[in-house]
C-alpha cells in the first residue's frame, strides 16, 4: 500500500492530533511535581558529583527523560484533561517505565489487551480516544483506529518518524531496508510496516552474515530459518539484497549501527564497484540525538575510577539496555534496576543482569568508600533517580554505623 499517502490522509482527518490541546503549562507543573528533582538539579550545578559520608555518587551529564519522552508524556496528560468523559485508551505503554505508565492506570487511560500475543482492538468503539506511543504504531494499528472513526493523538517521536521517511525513500526505489532492531520491538514493527521489502539484523554478527550472503550467496534454507520473522513476507535473499538501504531502531546502540553501514556500503561498493554505489546502496542518519548524548556520556563515565554502576530504566527499554552493556564491556560491575523498590530490605537488590533473568544479590554494595556510577535511559523520570540513590545512601549509613 502507499504508506505515504495514507499517512497524509490520517494527518489531513479532524479526528488526528499531533500537536498541544492548548494545556501545555498546565500539564508540565504537574509533571514537573511528579517526575522531577531537586536533588538532581542540585547534583548537575555540582558537576554531576555528590558525596555523603564514604559514597560519591557520580552522575553521567546525560541522562533520564529525552525531549521526546516528555513531549509524548506531556501529550498523554493533555489529553486526559481535553478528554475529561470519553474512554481512553493507549496502543501499548507510553514509554518504557513501569511508573510512568502506572499513573496513566490512575489517569483511568486503558492499555489495548492482547489475545496470544495480538493486540485485540474490539473493546474500542467509535468516538474513542486512542493515544500512539513515543516509539508509534503499525500502519495496520492506524487504519484499524481511523476505520473506527476513533479520535488518534499522535505521541510518536519525531526521530521515529524520520527513520519511518526513510525506510519509504527505500520502498519507492524498490530497495529492501536492513533494519538495524530488535523484530519483536514496538518501534521495528512500526517501522517495518512502513518498509517495501525489509531485513531486520539485531547486531554486527548477523550483518556480517548478510554480508557475507551478498558477496559469496549461500544456503537460502539457512538464511531464512536464521532470519524467522525478522523479514518481510515473499523475501527472497538472493535477489532482494541486490539494492539495499540502511535503517534503525532509534534506540539501539549508536556505534553498532554506524559499523553496519559502513560494513554494508564497504560489501555494496565490494560486489558493484564505486560508479555502482548509489544504483544499489542508499543511507541516511536515522540515530537519535538523545539515545546518541546518552550513551556517549555513559562511554565518558565508564572512564573514571567506580567501584559499581547503577542503571536505571525499564527491563524492556532497549536504550536502556544498552547503556548497560557499556559498562559491562567495561568490566565494571553492573546492575539495572527499574525501579528504588528493587533495593532492599537490607543491602540487597534485585537485578537483572544482560540477557538473563531477575536475580537477588546480597550484600551488593561494598563496605568502605566506594565512588557508585549512575545513569538512567530516556524513559526514566529523574524522581526515580534520586530516590534510587537515596536507597544506597541509606545503606551505606546502616553498614557504616
Not at 165 to 192: F, L, M, P
Not at 334 to 356: F, M, Q, T, W
Request: proline share 3%.
Amino acid at each position: 500500500m502507499d504508506t505515504k499517502a495514507f499517512k497524509r490522509s490520517l494527518q489531513q482527518s479532524e479526528n488526528y492530533h499531533r500537536k498541544s490541546f492548548g494545556h501545555a503549562a498546565e500539564v508540565m507543573e504537574v509533571m514537573d511535581s511528579e517526575y522531577q528533582s531537586q536533588l538532581i538539579q542540585e547534583i548537575r550545578q555540582n558537576n554531576y558529583r555528590l558525596q555523603r559520608g564514604n559514597v560519591t555518587i557520580r552522575l553521567a551529564e546525560a541522562f533520564g527523560f529525552c525531549w521526546g519522552v516528555e513531549r509524548a508524556v506531556a501529550m498523554a496528560y493533555e489529553t486526559r484533561q481535553h478528554f475529561p468523559q470519553e474512554r481512553i485508551w493507549i496502543t501499548n505503554e507510553i514509554i518504557h517505565n513501569p511508573s510512568v505508565n502506572q499513573r496513566l492506570r490512575e489517569m483511568e487511560v486503558d492499555f489495548v489487551p492482547t489475545q496470544k500475543g495480538e493486540k485485540d482492538f474490539s473493546q474500542i468503539e467509535t468516538g474513542d480516544v486512542v493515544i500512539l506511543p513515543a516509539f508509534g504504531a503499525s500502519v495496520v494499528e492506524m487504519q484499524i483506529l481511523d476505520e473506527k472513526g476513533c479520535k488518534i493523538v499522535d505521541t510518536t517521536c519525531p526521530w521515529v518518524s524520520k527513520v519511518w521517511n526513510s525506510v519509504e525513500k527505500h520502498k519507492k526505489r524498490q530497495y529492501t531496508s536492513i533494519i538495524h532492531g530488535k523484530y519483536a520491538h514496538e518501534e521495528t514493527i512500526a517501522t517495518s510496516s512502513f518498509a517495501g521489502m525489509y531485513l531486520v539484523v539485531l547486531n554486527l554478527e548477523q550483518a556480517n552474515y548478510v554480508s557475507n550472503y551478498i558477496l559469496e550467496g549461500g544456503n537460502k534454507t539457512e538464511f531464512l530459518e536464521k532470519f524467522k520473522n525478522a523479514y518481510s513476507v515473499g523475501f527472497d535473499p538472493d535477489k532482494d539484497l541486490a539494492c539495499i538501504g540502511i535503517a534503525n531502531q532509534t534506540t539501539m546502540l549508536k556505534s553498532e549501527t554506524e559499523q553496519i553501514g559502513k560494513l554494508f556500503e564497504k560489501t555494496i561498493l565490494k560486489k558493484y564497484g564505486p560508479t555502482a554505489l548509489n544504483e544499489h546502496f542508499m543511507s541516511f542518519n536515522t540515530i537519535c540525538d538523545a539515545t546518541q548524548e546518552r550513551q556517549d556520556a555513559m562511554f565518558d563515565l565508564v572512564k573514571e575510577n567506580l567501584s559499581l554502576m547503577v542503571v536505571i530504566g525499564g527491563y524492556n527499554s532497549s536504550n536502556t539496555t544498552h547503556l548497560q552493556e557499556i559498562s559491562v564491556e567495561h568490566n565494571i560491575p553492573s546492575y539495572h534496576i527499574d525501579s528504588a523498590s528493587r533495593i532492599g530490605p537490607g543491602n540487597r537488590v534485585e537485578h537483572k543482569p544482560l540477557d538473563k533473568d531477575l536475580e537477588v544479590v546480597e550484600n551488593w554494595l561494598p563496605e568502605g568508600e566506594i565512588c557508585v556510577g549512575v545513569t538512567s535511559g530516556a524513559s526514566t523520570p529523574d524522581k526515580v533517580v534520586e530516590e534510587v540513590m537515596e536507597k544506597i545512601f541509606a545503606i551505606k549509613g546502616v553498614i557504616n554505623s
